[in-house]
């Protein structure tokens, strides 16, 4: 048995959902055959990697059926009816987290009943429910839309003659469910522009906006966000939009989900990315200021782990604005929330880079030797900060060595992209050019800070005309 659907829908399942799997495979309601429920039993015992569980259909048989002789066939029958049971079982697990849902289907079977008392006993009790959640984003108003939508039709239904808020609230909240959720995608939608090669037909967008520049339903806070968001990303040049993302993120996060707040604050730390890419080193201190606020908020967390990627991040940001003791902290404390397959090269290459921008050269490399060459990442990373480190210990011999070892090593390999080989061989070329320059050879200084200005693709360029600046003196 390899694995397939059946043992992939399993190995998301902790012993507690197990256990309420177990409940309900054992239900007759559910299901009448027992053959099912001891296939069940067998795949069980190899929780919760069940590495085994696949390795042999002869076995799972047996288990099965002890008296029988095997048949292929009847193994492929339990899997798709334990598969069937899994289904019902996530879908009658998704209902009962979300009451609501399970409200509008009862409102439907009582309107349909007209069973009145029991439809208003619902409804209030779902007004209760929506009420009591503390989120308001575009769920709360699609969920308050669909309340007053089903009370309309049954008042509707009973043909009375007199006046009934409900259709007036349903449309009310269609248009504040339809004006948040099309300015989150118009958000996303401008955001992949700016990030890959796309082009999205974003239509109603300008009319969007112009409405809202007047209209009361731009207060709304959710709405409010992004429509300030969606400002910042057609004029990256107006600070005023991104300054009224931050101020309303800082009044307003509360109101939304861990998901969607985490977004939010994500738009406001990629426009400080771009304007520092563009120089403007003002939006630094910003920037560790919103991954501070996001750590502590927990928002910097995927299923319970730090992308190795946003912990260099925060590493980076921390260095860029001198706090070095923060940082040390950061990289010490928060890397036992990365992942293991990442945790050993994280850890080492991103507290070796900190080391290096405190000139504790030493340190740095000892930490570097450590970094384990299976990530081609933090090997290209790490070659490339140990020749910096070579270069600033003026140890030539150990520069040149690893110089000529890293450009073969860049040429050779097929799973660097050809623009991030000519970021890693330009810095190579540069710094070897460099090291030959003896003395105050300004002339020769001057045409190679000119060569790298000239050329857009060099790996740590600011770093590396830093250094022509310091031998010319400037």
């Known amino acids: ?14 012993k507690r959902a197990l256990t309420r799997l177990d409940a309900l495979i054992n239900s007759p309601y559910f299901n009448k055959k027992d053959a099912v429920s001891r296939y069940f039993d067998f795949l ?13 259909d002869e076995r799972a048989y047996s288990f099965v059926f002890p008296q029988s002789a095997y048949r292929e066939k009847e193994i492929g029958y339990l899997m798709s009816d334990l598969v069937k049971l899994i289904e019902r079982f996530l879908m009658v697990e998704t209902l009962e987290q979300n009451p609501l849902m399970g409200k509008q289907f009862l409102m439907e079977i009582y309107d349909k009943w007209d069973l009145d008392k029991a439809f208003n ?7 209760k429910i929506l009420e009591a959640t503390p989120f308001r984003d575009h769920e709360f108003f699609h969920h308050s839309f669909q309340l007053y939508s089903r009370e309309n039709n049954h008042f509707d239904k009973q043909k009375k003659h007199k006046m009934d808020d409900s259709l007036q609230k349903a449309i009310d909240n269609l248009d504040l469910y339809y004006v948040c959720l099309k300015l989150k995608y118009c958000c996303e939608m401008m955001n992949r522009e700016n990030q890959v090669v796309a082009t999205y037909d ?19 806070p959710a709405i409010a966000i992004y429509y300030h968001i969606l400002l910042s990303l057609r004029d990256k040049s107006n600070v005023a939009y991104y300054k009224k993302v931050c101020e309303l993120l800082e009044a307003h996060s509360h109101l939304f989900s861990f998901d969607e707040a985490r977004g939010m604050f994500l738009y406001v730390i990629n426009h400080c990315v771009v304007k520092i890419h563009m120089g403007e080193n003002e939006f630094l ?8 606020l996001i750590l502590d908020k927990g928002y910097v967390f995927d299923n319970g782990y730090l992308s190795p990627w946003t912990f260099m991040n925060i590493t980076t940001a921390g260095i860029r604005n001198s706090a070095f003791e923060w940082t040390e902290r950061f990289i010490r404390d928060y890397r036992k929330f990365l992942h293991p397959r990442f945790e050993g090269n994280a850890y080492n290459f991103n507290l070796a880079y900190l080391f290096f921008n405190q000139k504790k050269y030493q340190k740095a490399q000892e930490l570097l030797f450590k970094v384990e060459s299976h990530d081609i990442f933090y090997t290209c990373e790490s070659k490339e900060l140990l020749l910096r480190i070579y270069y600033m210990t ?16 860049i040429r050779r390999n097929k799973l ?25 050879n300004k002339s020769s200084l001057e045409r190679l800070k000119t060569d790298v200005e000239a050329t857009p693709r060099v790996s740590k360029k600011g770093w590396l005309i830093m250094q022509l600046n310091d031998r010319l003196g400037n």
Not at 121 to 127: A, G, I, V
């Open 44 to 56: 069980r015992q190899f929780h919760p990697s069940f590495e085994l569980a696949w390795k042999d």
């Open 121 to 127: 006993k619902t409804l209030r009790d779902s007004h």
């Open 1 to 14: 048995m390899k694995e397939n659907k059946l043992i992939s829908l399993m190995k998301q399942l902790d």
């Open 285 to 292: 201190g910003d920037l560790l200021s919103h991954y501070k």
């Open 394 to 409: 003026e140890e030539l011999e150990a520069f040149f060595s690893l110089a000529e070892s890293f450009q073969v090593f």
């Open 202 to 220: 974003i239509k109603l967008m300008d009319e969007l906006m112009t409405y809202l520049e007047n209209d009361p339903i731009a207060e709304e």
């Open 416 to 440: 660097i992209r050809s623009q991030k080989k000519d970021l890693y061989l330009n810095l190579i070329k540069f710094l070897r050019r460099l090291c030959k320059i003896t003395g105050g």
